[in-house]
């Protein structure tokens, strides 16, 4: 493939990028290859499902039945979205996980909406989508949450679900986090069906650990069960300066995304869906030469 033809293949998404920084071969079976995951994770589905439970908390249900929201959610995505024919990877027993993901999301959602800093900030877009150009090539994603708080200060968040905590020295280089805030200055977000520029500069962009909302089930040195897991901002600012510098990491990263040749990073491994697709690859054949010796294999009963 060219570069111009990988160009017209791929989708610039923030969720290209974030798949070629976590792993360009990845980033190849997904994007280039249009392969798709052989399973999805129950943590992945549950994260989506508390997105869309926050979205609608913030468009009029703020007094919603937490449980019934996220069950509603939840169901959505195993069910009808457009990911519902991959399998998920559930550990057991299924019924036993989905009430614990529902028990998990409960205890998430009441604590989130307990802080007043949520309660007085005003969300002014919520899951909006978004497009950019960046040096004549176009990039487009999803915002989780723009607010205004009470302080007046406008700030961009990211909510994450993973269970592990974000590093605070990790947010100032966060690519997504850069493209979301650039997106705010120079791009354009779907509101109400109709494309507007916000022509803004956020006062702060950062992370908002879901999971910080978790509670102690049993004491640890500093905290009492029941106890929060802590703060859940973390947070960084971009400047003008910062932005107009962010076009040149993002010419740096799309020239080498072009490039026909992949480096797997297998510190991703222990997580990756496309298993399946990579344990079969070997980079020193050419494509046709290893599509014969996987034939051959199949033959064989060695696949
Ligand atoms: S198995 Fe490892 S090297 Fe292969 S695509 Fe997944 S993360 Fe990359």
Same mark, same amino acid.
């Given at each position: 493939? *060219?570069?111009?033809?990988?160009?017209?293949?791929?989708?610039?998404?923030?969720?290209?990028?974030? *798949?070629?920084?976590?792993?360009?071969?990845?980033?190849?079976?997904?994007? /280039? @290859?249009?392969?798709?995951?052989?399973?999805?994770?129950?943590?992945?589905?549950?994260?989506?499902?508390?997105?869309?439970?926050?979205?609608?908390?913030?468009?009029?249900?703020?007094?919603?039945?937490?449980?019934?929201?996220?069950?509603?959610?939840?169901?959505?995505?195993?069910?009808? &979205?457009?990911?519902?024919?991959?399998?998920?990877?559930?550990?057991?027993?299924?019924?036993?996980?989905?009430?614990?993901?529902?028990? !998990?999301?409960?205890?998430?959602?009441?604590?989130?909406?307990?802080?007043?800093? !949520?309660?007085?900030? /005003?969300?002014?877009?919520? +899951?909006?989508?978004?497009?950019?150009?960046?040096?004549?090539?176009?990039?487009?994603?999803?915002?989780?949450?723009?607010?205004?708080?009470?302080?007046? *200060?406008?700030?961009?968040?990211?909510?994450? &679900?993973?269970?592990?905590?974000?590093?605070?020295?990790?947010?100032? !280089? @966060?690519?997504?986090?850069?493209?979301?805030?650039?997106?705010?200055? %120079?791009?354009?977000?779907?509101? @109400?069906?109709?494309?507007?520029?916000?022509?803004?500069?956020?006062?702060?962009?950062?992370?908002?650990?879901?999971?910080?909302?978790?509670?102690?089930?049993?004491?640890?040195?500093?905290?009492?069960?029941?106890?929060?897991?802590?703060?859940?901002?973390?947070?960084?600012?971009? *400047?003008?300066?910062?932005?107009?510098?962010?076009?040149? +990491?993002?010419?740096?990263?799309?020239?080498?995304?072009?490039?026909?040749?992949?480096?797997?990073?297998?510190?991703?491994?222990? %997580?990756? &869906?496309?298993?399946?697709?990579?344990?079969?690859?070997?980079?020193?054949?050419?494509?046709?030469?290893?599509?014969?010796?996987? +034939?051959?294999?199949?033959?064989? !009963?060695?696949?």
């Amino acid at each position: 493939m *060219t570069k111009q033809e990988i160009l017209e293949t791929i989708e610039l998404r923030q969720s290209t990028l974030k *798949t070629w920084l976590s792993c360009p071969l990845m980033y190849k079976f997904r994007h /280039i @290859d249009k392969l798709e995951p052989a399973f999805r994770y129950p943590g992945t589905v549950h994260g989506s499902a508390l997105h869309l439970v926050l979205s609608w908390l913030h468009e009029g249900l703020w007094n919603g039945d937490l449980r019934s929201l996220y069950t509603k959610a939840l169901n959505y995505y195993l069910y009808e &979205s457009e990911e519902e024919h991959i399998p998920v990877r559930w550990g057991g027993d299924v019924e036993k996980e989905i009430e614990a993901l529902k028990v !998990n999301a409960v205890e998430i959602l009441e604590n989130y909406r307990s802080k007043e800093y !949520n309660q007085n900030a /005003i969300v002014l877009f919520s +899951e909006v989508q978004f497009s950019v150009k960046i040096l004549g090539n176009r990039f487009s994603g999803t915002i989780d949450q723009v607010r205004k708080n009470p302080d007046g *200060t406008i700030e961009l968040l990211d909510f994450k &679900s993973s269970k592990m905590r974000p590093n605070q020295y990790a947010i100032p !280089n @966060d690519i997504q986090l850069t493209l979301y805030a650039y997106a705010c200055k %120079f791009g354009e977000l779907l509101v @109400d069906g109709i494309w507007v520029k916000p022509n803004m500069l956020v006062d702060s962009v950062g992370i908002y650990f879901l999971r910080a909302h978790e509670v102690y089930k049993r004491k640890v040195p500093g905290k009492e069960v029941g106890d929060e897991k802590g703060d859940p901002f973390f947070r960084t600012s971009k *400047t003008i300066h910062d932005l107009r510098a962010f076009r040149t +990491e993002i010419r740096h990263q799309l020239s080498a995304m072009v490039k026909p040749w992949y480096y797997p990073n297998t510190a991703s491994c222990a %997580f990756c &869906s496309y298993t399946a697709h990579c344990i079969g690859r070997n980079d020193k054949l050419p494509t046709d030469q290893a599509e014969e010796a996987q +034939e051959l294999l199949a033959q064989l !009963n060695m696949t």
